[in-house]
């Protein structure tokens, strides 16, 4: 992978390595128990390519003051079932404890370390740029005790912190598998995508959808949008379609301060890129309890518009057959109540049956992958959700660019850093 180094680089052998992954999870509530393990089996292969190292895992799950900042403990206990071996897990991160344990390992032992947010410069700083993170505390216990860094937290990438920046000039930095994966894979997206390229576009976060289409529209990347979910009805209103107060209100409390910049792109794409847009032509709320299907045309409605009609997934269902290749991030409906899960499972049928490149975006749309088993049946199924919009969105990923910062200091020493022979 061009500017970045990458475990087929080096020789990793009986080295200690950092190996930062982001594995944040759902919980059940009252047990903690792990709802969807699809990030920790994303990392697997890179496990298995550092078998003869000494890693050291670090993760995150949540963040401090949410019901769900848990230690790590069932984590390090799912992947060592998972990845049959042994993994200790260590209830520290930085201390005097946690550095004994690194040195005291035994090539080919894996050790899971604590919840680095727990780690007061990890998530109570505020930090501008990569540099900054690299001049803490926790950077400076744990590159002293390491040989390498290796990061496969792709979903924490457009983020900036200590465990996932602050290694870039103190340890050579490495992609691992998965965090090459989902360059490659999003960069054909956004790059060399096989024609005709067909984006779908939903889900609530209307703000990151409509920056993905414009970035990919003004790049003339892709051949044709199609927007469902609550971000088809903001592209329905700012098409001039009244969708009821309820339903507008919904998407300005969503967004919040957001709204205006969503609004104004949503105008800007539909005043000039209206041919390659396709908007739902019915969709179904939520009457008296029960699924109602209307046509766009009758608008508007009070009722809350909680899923496509089935017209539009007829009407979407050729442009998906004939795609060369296909990017859908975010539910095409409030697939969680079962009478409005209809149109998001179509769309994923829809993808699984196709023979066109498929890429799912992340997010709620990767865990529904997960959860119907869909996942092998597709080419990529991102681990991230807001890096992965940011990165379709041509915007600013941290940890790329201390990755390729990393690589400039350390690519002409390998040999002198016996990392390779």
């Known amino acids: 992978m061009e500017g970045v180094l990458t475990l087929e680089d080096v020789d990793l052998k009986g080295r200690t390595v950092l190996y930062r992954v982001d594995v944040n999870?759902?919980?059940?509530?009252?047990?903690?128990?792990l709802l969807d393990d699809g990030r920790l089996k994303a990392i697997l292969p890179t496990?298995?390519?550092?078998?003869?190292?000494?890693v050291v895992i670090l993760g995150h799950q949540s963040r401090p003051g949410k019901s769900d900042f848990t230690d790590m403990s069932k984590h390090c206990e799912r992947l060592s079932q998972i990845s049959g071996k042994p993994i200790n897990f260590i209830p520290e991160v930085c201390s005097e404890k946690a550095l004994d344990a690194i040195q005291s390992m035994s090539e080919g032992e894996i050790i899971f370390l604590d919840n680095v947010r727990k780690n007061e410069e990890e998530y109570g700083v505020s930090y501008g740029t990569n540099k900054e993170t690299e001049e803490t505390e926790i950077v400076g216990l744990l590159s002293s005790v390491s040989d390498v860094f290796v990061i496969d937290a792709f979903a924490a990438a457009h983020r900036r912190s200590?465990?996932?920046?602050?290694?870039?000039?103190?340890?050579?930095?490495?992609?691992g598998k998965l965090m090459q994966k989902e360059i490659r894979n999003l960069r054909t997206a956004l790059r060399d995508p096989p024609s005709p390229y067909l984006a779908i576009l939903g889900g609530a976060?209307?703000?990151d959808s409509v920056r993905v289409a414009l970035n990919l529209l003004s790049k003339e990347r892709v051949d044709m949008i199609a927007f469902v979910g609550v971000t088809g009805n903001l592209m329905l209103w700012a098409d001039g379609e009244d969708i009821?107060?309820?339903?507008?209100?919904?998407?300005?409390?969503?967004?919040?301060?957001?709204?205006?910049?969503?609004?104004?792109?949503?105008?800007?794409?539909?005043?000039?890129?209206q041919e390659k847009v396709f908007l739902p032509v019915d969709v179904a709320t939520l009457h008296d309890g029960k699924r109602l299907p209307i046509l766009v045309s009758d608008l508007p409605t009070e009722d809350p518009i909680y899923d496509v009609g089935i017209q539009t997934l007829r009407t979407l269902k050729p442009l998906v057959q004939n795609a060369g290749c296909i990017l859908w991030n975010g539910p095409a409906s409030f697939f969680e109540l079962p009478e409005f899960?209809?149109?998001?499972?179509?769309?994923?049928?829809?993808?699984?049956?196709?023979?066109?490149?498929?890429?799912?975006?992340?997010?709620h749309t990767s865990a529904?992958?997960?959860?119907?088993?869909?996942?092998?049946?597709?080419?990529?199924?991102?681990?991230?959700g807001g890096s992965t919009m940011s990165f379709l969105s041509g915007e600013p990923m941290p940890v790329i660019a201390s990755l390729k910062d990393s690589y400039a200091k350390y690519c002409e020493d390998l040999v002198g850093l016996g990392l390779v022979s």
């Open 25 to 33: 999870s759902p919980l059940e509530p009252s047990t903690g128990r």
């Open 47 to 54: 496990l298995e390519a550092l078998e003869s190292s000494r």
């Open 162 to 175: 200590p465990t996932l920046t602050g290694f870039t000039h103190s340890l050579p930095c490495i992609a």
């Open 205 to 207: 976060k209307c703000d």
């Open 244 to 273: 009821g107060e309820r339903n507008k209100d919904f998407i300005r409390n969503t967004l919040g301060k957001d709204f205006e910049i969503a609004w104004d792109m949503s105008k800007k794409i539909i005043s000039e890129y």
């Open 341 to 363: 899960a209809f149109g998001t499972i179509e769309i994923l049928n829809m993808c699984v049956e196709t023979n066109a490149m498929t890429i799912i975006g992340g997010g």
């Open 368 to 384: 529904l992958v997960n959860s119907r088993g869909a996942s092998p049946h597709v080419t990529h199924n991102s681990t991230g």
